[in-house]
């Protein structure tokens, strides 16, 4: 096996470094992130570290550094309020990974790379139109992490909307069917396909493994 | 498509609300934290929700809700300051699924669900030894959450092992490669294969969609 100490890591070439730790947490869900600021220039990022955090009531969370391209993402949710959460498939996945690029604020990444903003239901920001599973949301917190400078904004689910084929039954969401992708590392895309849904586990159901 | 509105979110059953709620953020990484008590009694939960946070100094964080059964593994980390995240592949996944029940204190989940704890290196915390990417970690902050009482454990990297298979070379962790899986909801696991890997995105290299 291959094995670094917290010293070896430290010793790391930055760009090393930085592929390495992004990579060891396991596959991450692929998230853009839509806003837009009071004078209506929308901006869309894609985000790794959407977590789930609570289901009554809906809450989730993502991670952010704010003195980065994300910045302008962080300044339109505080100036708004909202934002939403908005599934990549492998079709929209170059473009999703291409708004991780440095544009001026009057740059959308919408715009810049081809995805189309949608407003609708008199929601304040705008989903991805392409996106199959799309989430509108409202601020609810943002918790600086003193100890290395993120920030956690968590926000209350205000909408959620699945393309049918990704909601067969009541509770029951198919991602496979909607074909919503994954990340590892800082820029590989990937495909997933369902291996097993195990039981509800308690200490009397254990199987025979 | 199907819409939910945050009054439908509010009005579904419990049980439909948890899975849809677990299960829009996208798919999420399958990983087992190991913890040990005073006593040397070692505990192992199922975690999906271990997110990046920093590479320099190398940060992981993951949420716990503490009054369900992982607490025993919040109990362990603060006695001991150490704990381990190990990788879920197809071969355990089950056995990692189990690991949820609600066992007794006294129940070591390694020993109630067939997996083997390893301890190597003089770390304080057990490894899961069928896992092929290993860390060890060390607590650096716990964060209360007050909006819904949920816990975000911050650590440092101490250690990373990584079956050779899995770090072909400098900085590229091959996931695919050591059989990484993923999970959506709360009972579903998926295979994961690789689409693309995109360059570095500038505003100058955005290629012809």
Partial sequence: MAHFTK????????????????SITG?????????VNGDGLTNLAIISSVVHMGSDPATLGFFMRPMVTERHT???????????????????AEKA????????????????????AEFKDGF?????????????MQLAEKMDISLNKTILVIGYVEHIYIQDAG????????LNAVGTICISGLDTYHNVSKI????YARPNNIPEF
């Fill in 74 to 92: 962080m300044e339109n949710i505080q100036e708004t309020g909202f934002y939403t959460i908005n599934h990549v498939h492998e079709t929209i």
């Fill in 124 to 136: 304040a920001a705008p989903y991805v139109s392409e996106s199959r599973v799309q989430i509108g």
């Fill in 7 to 22: 010293s070896d890591i430290n010793d790391l070439d930055r760009l090393i470094r930085l592929s390495l730790v992004n």
């Fill in 97 to 116: 990974h291409f708004t991780s690029a440095d544009f001026s604020r009057e740059e959308s990444e919408f715009d810049m790379c081809q995805l189309q």
């Fill in 167 to 174: 909601y067969p039954a009541p509770g029951v969401v198919d």
């Fill in 27 to 35: 596959y991450k869900p692929a998230n853009l992130i839509g806003t």
């Fill in 196 to 199: 097993a849904t195990f039981p």
